[in-house]
């Protein structure tokens, strides 16, 4: 082992609290963790779990710090912390690491504190006064340096086991908490270009759901770019989920044809069934347990509580619908930050816009919707035939 090397910490939250599956999220955690690490640096860094985290060090001690932006995507992960592992346990040398380390992070000096835990109950010392012997350490050492045991600006930790590691909460990196990337089980989410769809498979995929993506596009009426961008946001959730599928359903037949049998008002309502229908096959064949969409109450027509009603028994899945309670703002704030925005708001249109009526119903009838439907010649078939000559792409 080097003398001193610099490492991450890992920190998990939720499935920490997983009783006696905490094993299976822990295990799988680790290997996401792995497979990331070596897309990125291949064969020079190993991962493993120790004390209740994950620690990530170079094999050849090298310093792991700009693998930090990218665990730090990892759902299931809260925090990653750039720290150091000392071998050699001398007073000497924990202090001589600790000045290093205080003066790499802090380096204009606050009020401070130094924390000891020392789970190695045999090494000499109390902890309180090993940390009163590191922290005149650095109060002798670097000027204008003040003592703050409550809040201070840079609390300095040194856990003394095996090794010494030295590290400091002010140092840590937030990561986006949720559960492990498909740890929970499939689920297919109705992504269209626009701003909502991606963060609900964003929010899923957080919480552990494997997602693969199904789009509806309706050439000549919506374009190629409308369906690149979509190609793009699926290959841009991928980075966070690991890999998505991504199903291109061509929906113009269906379309047109509803477009023919339904009264304009109620068109919206129609084809977002048949998207759902078609996204329940699909979900079959992939063995998927919900469907996910980007609708949000309220937020447009075809968004009413009464529109999201007349949905009922387009699928017997459970609809997952992350935006349900969200305002269009939150929305597009997580959108800036997951960097699906820029991609979002190219100016394309997906199906529905087009033909989209002049007074869309905000109050359909269930089963006035379901009594049209049934009319509708062919409309199975159709749904099966779309799905089936579908083209499928993997990121
Ligand atoms: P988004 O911003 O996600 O496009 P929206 O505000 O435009 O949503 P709608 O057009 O009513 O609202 O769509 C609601 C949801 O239906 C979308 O979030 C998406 O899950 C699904 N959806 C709509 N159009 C399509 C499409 N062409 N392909 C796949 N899913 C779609
Ligand atoms: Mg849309």
């Known amino acids: ?130 940390s009163a012997q590191i922290g005149s350490h650095l109060f002798n050492s670097i000027l204008n340096l003040q003592v703050k045991l409550a809040n201070p600006d840079f609390n300095l930790i040194v856990e003394i086991r095996n090794s010494v590691y030295i590290y400091s909460q002010n140092v840590e990196v937030a990561g986006p908490s949720g559960l492990p990337p498909a740890s929970a089980g499939k689920g297919v989410l109705l992504l269209s270009g626009g701003i909502d769809s991606p963060v609900a498979g964003y929010l899923a995929a957080k919480r552990g759901i494997d997602i693969t993506a199904i789009y509806f596009h309706s050439p000549p009426y919506t374009s190629e770019r409308a369906k690149e961008k979509v190609i793009d946001l699926a290959q841009h959730l991928a980075a966070f989920t690991g890999k998505i599928k991504l199903i291109v359903v061509n929906f113009t037949d269906i379309q047109l044809h509803l477009t023919e049998k339904t009264p304009p008002e109620k068109i919206t309502i129609m084809l977002k069934r048949s998207m759902l229908k078609i996204a329940d096959l699909a979900a079959q064949n992939e063995k998927a ?73 905000t109050k359909p009838k269930l089963s006035i919707i379901q009594s049209i439907e049934s009319r509708i010649e062919n409309l199975e078939e159709m749904h099966q035939t779309a799905l089936d000559t579908a083209e499928i792409y993997n990121f």
């Open 1 to 130: 082992m080097q003398p001193t090397t610099e490492i991450l910490l890992i920190k998990y939250g939720e499935i920490a609290l997983r009783g006696g599956n905490r094993r299976f999220y822990e295990d799988m955690l680790l290997r996401f963790i792995r497979k990331s690490i070596n897309a990125i640096s291949p064969e020079q860094f190993s991962a493993y779990k120790e004390q209740g985290r994950f620690v990530v060090q170079g094999v050849d001690g090298q310093s792991p710090a700009h693998l930090i932006p990218h665990i730090c995507r990892i759902f299931g992960i809260s925090s990653v912390c750039l720290g150091i592992r000392l071998a050699n346990r001398t007073m000497e040398d924990i202090m001589n690491a600790s000045l290093d380390y205080f003066k790499a992070h802090n380096p204009n000096g606050t009020t401070f504190r130094v924390t000891t835990k020392r789970a190695d109950k045999k090494f000499p010392g109390k902890s309180d006064q090993i």
């Open 289 to 361: 347990l919900a469907l996910i969409t980007g609708d949000a109450v309220g937020q447009v027509a075809s968004q009413t509580l009464h529109s999201l009603h007349s949905m009922t028994g387009a699928t017997s899945l459970p609809i997952l619908r992350p935006l349900a309670t969200y305002d269009k703002k939150d929305i597009v704030s997580i959108a800036e930050k997951i960097e699906t925005y820029p991609i979002s708001i190219r100016p394309f249109d997906d199906c529905c816009t087009l033909f989209l009526p002049k007074h869309p119903e």
